[in-house]
């Protein structure tokens, strides 16, 4: 072949030589791959989006997953020990009570019964919702070590509003705040 031969042969298009199982490993468009087996040029083709592949999320870090467990950790220890003093609320507040000088007796024990129930209710709740978050985020590889945190927040505040009730409902308490005004 000389140099002249080849200047007046065609160039080949992308795919030419190729065979078909060739042609379909190489490219990712199956309806361009099906019109270049039919003798079609891959101009004619229907125009395709391009595949994209998902991003990989960048996995968290050992920190990240020591920081959540052992938030998790100190998390399930204190709802343990809050727990067990909730469901003998009454017990708890009138010891309160006392170390704060307030004169007279706690006597709201039914409405500290219930509501320590629901404290502990919430708190349980609260802290197994908390859990299944980390460890969802945990295992997808993103950050989790503010999960523990935010659900500790949340979850005291409303455990704080369910044990101002019956305190707030006690004679008691409620003259000592009125004359400390």
Known sequence: MTVGDEAARPRPRFGEYASEEEQRSRIRQPEVTDLLSTGGAPDEAPA??????????K???????????????????????????????????ERTLELMGVPGEFTNIAAAQT???????????????????????????????WIPLVGAV????????????????????????????
């Open 48 to 57: 395709a989006t391009p595949v994209m592949a998902a991003p990989t999320p």
């Open 59 to 93: 996995p968290a870090g050992g920190a990240n997953r020591l920081a959540t467990i052992l938030l998790l950790a100190v998390g399930a220890a204190n709802v343990l020990f809050s727990v067990i003093g909730y469901l003998d609320l009454a017990s708890s507040i």
């Open 115 to 145: 509501w320590g129930a629901v404290s502990a209710a919430v708190m349980v709740g609260g802290f197994v919702l908390t859990a299944v978050l980390a460890w969802r985020r945990l295992r997808a590889g993103r950050s989790s070590w």
């Open 154 to 181: 949340v979850t005291y505040v409303i455990v704080s509003v369910c044990l101002s009730v019956p305190l707030l409902g006690d004679p008691a308490f409620t003259a000592y705040v009125t004359s400390l005004s």
